[in-house]
Nanobody
Framework: QVQLVESGGGWVQPGGSLTLSCTASGIVWDIYTMGWYRQAPGSERELVASHTRGGTIKYGDFVSGRFTVSRDNVKNMVHLQMDSLKPDDTAVYYC???????????WGQGTQVTVSS
């Protein structure tokens, strides 16, 4: 059974930082791309960042150098360090795991990030 468990969401003031973490179990770690999507109210889910086992990293255009995704290949974890947060970054952030070949995705339960003063 695949499980993706997120932690680290919360409230932060504009300009602040948060780190999200996701622990995966039930998957063959090396053949999955890991990363994060987000979804704001009334908006579609959008890619924040992805990280393959081989080290290929992608970010959404809105990231503009503010976020860093990393993988811990020993603990089967993926992290998202978010700096210089803006109110527009307010959303539910979802950890995902995507099979390299089949492209089947698994999702975490989501963690709320709220950026406001």
């Amino acid at each position: 059974q695949v499980q993706l468990v997120e932690s680290g969401g919360g409230w932060v003031q504009p300009g602040g930082s948060l780190t999200l973490s996701c622990t995966a179990s039930g998957i063959v770690w090396d053949i999955y791309t890991m990363g994060w999507y987000r979804q704001a109210p009334g908006s579609e889910r959008e890619l924040v960042a992805s990280h393959t086992r081989g080290g290929t990293i992608k970010y959404g255009d809105f990231v503009s150098g503010r976020f860093t995704v990393s993988r811990d290949n020993v603990k089967n974890m993926v992290h998202l360090q978010m700096d210089s947060l803006k109110p527009d970054d307010t959303a539910v952030y979802y950890c995902f795991a995507e099979h390299l070949v089949t492209k089947v995705k698994y999702w975490g339960q989501g963690t709320q990030v709220t950026v406001s003063s």
